[in-house]
């Protein structure tokens, strides 16, 4: 079973890669629109989703942690100099 800590590392990276992932795909689908307030609306949400990801990195930062996938998060505890 994994820890707490480990949990709420794997979690923070989904939504971390999920963010990321926005902001490569929502240009995309903006420029590909027909519709122009939709158009509007992929943008708006393409800011928004860089300011999340821009926080997410200030957390992983904080915990002194990488959003980096890894293999063996018992390697890279958070708080450990190994990270």
């Known amino acids: 079973m994994r820890s707490m ?4 590392y794997a979690l923070l990276q989904d939504v971390y890669f999920a963010e990321k ?3 490569k795909t ?13 158009q509007e ?4 949400h393409y800011d928004e989703t860089e300011e999340q990801v821009a926080r997410l ?7 002194g ?4 996938r890894l293999t063996k998060i018992s390697d890279h505890r958070i708080g450990s100099s190994r990270c």
Do not use: D, G, M, R
């Open 5 to 8: 800590e480990e949990l709420f």
């Open 21 to 23: 992932q926005l902001v």
């Open 26 to 38: 929502l240009p995309k689908l903006a420029k590909n629109s027909a519709n122009e307030k939709l």
């Open 41 to 44: 609306a992929f943008i708006n």
């Open 57 to 63: 990195e200030k957390v992983f930062e904080a915990i």
């Open 65 to 68: 942690l990488t959003a980096a």
